[in-house]
């Protein structure tokens, strides 16, 4: 529930609380209810905005530094005007403190009568008006019964049994049922990275980026929450997220940003290794490649066995595959890092070191949590030469965090020395896959 102290700042709360316990408290009453109300003179008032102000004056003095919004002046808190509080902040707090203020008591016992009726009768007693905001259905029952209740309470209690919100201007004394919304919810700042490119290592034929942008992830996963005349608007460079929809359903929206905020404390850092082999025109022979790493013939063929037994050896798993792929003259192109969260898809496009007119490779790399084991990860990995429609290889596998996960393109040939040259050779990426133990690349 609401209350009060909630909504106010922190120099009005304090102001608050010192009206409070200094002043005298006076009840009248008003067409048969019982209220009660808080009086204070000029010089009481004049006191209590001092004792704020001097008070917020020192728990920022020592958290300034030198130049730190004082203006064209600079200079420290307290040079020159001891710790006096900027005029337009103890505006402020005198706006409030005589705006804002506690809603009366009310009664009501009520049982299956519409809501219309049963708020109606608890502003007549608060002396408050209501009103109705768009698609309200003011007919549905609702049920009620208490003695000396904040009004605030008592009609955000009605509110919620119909589904709706209460909204309060204390300034004019009402207040408004609302069916539609409006909140802004943020982004965790890892998001942020999304817009960013990410590192090839330096090496000018290697691309990489997020799949989608977080404006349209986001904006779809917040759509399947939404009512038809939901409305949804994200503004990434911000990293904020603002939605207009019923009120019943921004539950479902808080435990969506709840999760996302969750998933952001525990990112996984992810390695790929990018090899460029030349082994002829029959490609890549994994079983052989296996038994150069000690394997017995017929113990599995594949980039898959092979990665299950480079996991059970201890070393670098890219630098034992280099060698095991000597004869292939395999050479490492870039091994770069980057950070991706539950979800996330990550697009690499390799050019070929064959020269301009050399065929490519691309990979998509999707990551997901393994909910039957923790301390893995599921890869999901497709991709192929980026000159054909197909793929040449999709797999998905849950990996350990430091096991390897190997997919190979397949052979592609390319040309030696661009367009006008008939000398061609064939060449095979292989990616190898690994979710590295939380660090910062």
Excluded at 60 to 85: F, Y
Excluded at 208 to 235: C, M
Excluded at 242 to 260: G, I, K
Aim: aromatic letters at 6%; charged letters at 25%.
């Amino acid at each position: 529930m609401l209350q009060m102290w909630d909504i106010l700042p922190g120099s009005a709360s304090r102001l608050l609380l010192l009206t409070i316990c200094t002043l005298p408290l006076t009840t009248h009453s008003c067409g048969g209810s019982r209220r009660e109300s808080y009086s204070m003179d000029d010089e009481a008032k004049k006191t209590a905005l001092q004792e704020v102000a001097q008070q917020e004056g020192r728990e920022a003095g020592g958290e300034r530094r030198e130049g730190e919004g004082l203006g064209a002046g600079g200079g420290r808190r307290g040079e020159g005007g001891g710790e006096r509080e900027p005029e337009e902040r103890v505006s402020a707090s005198r706006r409030e403190a005589e705006t804002v203020r506690s809603t009366p008591s009310v009664s009501l016992k009520a049982n299956g009568i519409p809501l219309r009726m049963a708020m109606e009768r608890l502003a007549a007693q608060a002396e408050w008006r209501v009103r109705w905001g768009e698609g309200v259905g003011q007919d549905a029952t609702v049920s009620l019964d208490v003695e000396e209740l904040a009004f605030q309470m008592a009609a955000e209690d009605l509110a919620a049994q119909a589904g709706y919100a209460a909204e309060f201007d204390f300034s004019g004394h009402s207040v408004t049922v609302l069916r539609y919304v409006e909140r802004v919810f943020y982004l965790p700042e890892i998001w942020a990275r999304r817009q960013m490119p990410l590192p090839g290592n330096g090496n000018p034929g290697v691309f990489i980026r997020y799949a989608e942008d977080p404006a349209t992830g986001v904006e779809n996963s917040i759509r399947s929450f939404l009512s038809p005349q939901g409305k949804v608007f994200v503004d990434p460079i911000n990293g904020t997220v603002m939605v207009r929809d019923e009120h019943t359903n921004m539950r479902s929206l808080e435990r969506y940003f709840a999760r996302l905020s969750d998933e952001a404390r525990t990112p996984w850092l992810v390695e790929v290794a990018i090899l460029v082999a030349s082994p002829g025109e029959q490609g890549i022979r994994w079983d052989k490649v296996g038994e150069r790493l000690g394997s017995a013939p017929g113990a599995g063929e594949g980039p898959a066995a092979l990665a299950a037994q480079l996991a059970q050896e201890k070393g670098d798993p890219v630098a034992m595959l280099l060698k095991a792929l000597a004869p292939e003259k395999a050479r490492l192109l870039s091994k770069p890092e980057f950070l991706t969260l539950n979800g996330w898809t990550v697009q690499l496009a390799v050019a070929s070191g064959a020269g301009a007119g050399g065929a490519g490779w691309e990979l998509r790399l999707t990551t997901h949590r393994d909910y039957a084991n923790p301390s893995a990860v599921v890869i999901e990995a497709a991709g192929g030469l980026s000159d054909k429609v197909t793929q040449s290889f999709s797999t998905a596998a849950s990996a350990e965090i430091g096991q390897p996960l190997i997919v190979s393109t397949g052979v592609g040939t390319s040309v030696e020395k661009g367009w006008l040259s008939d000398k061609r050779h064939t060449q095979e990426a292989i990616f190898v896959i690994r979710v590295l133990p939380n660090r910062k690349p």
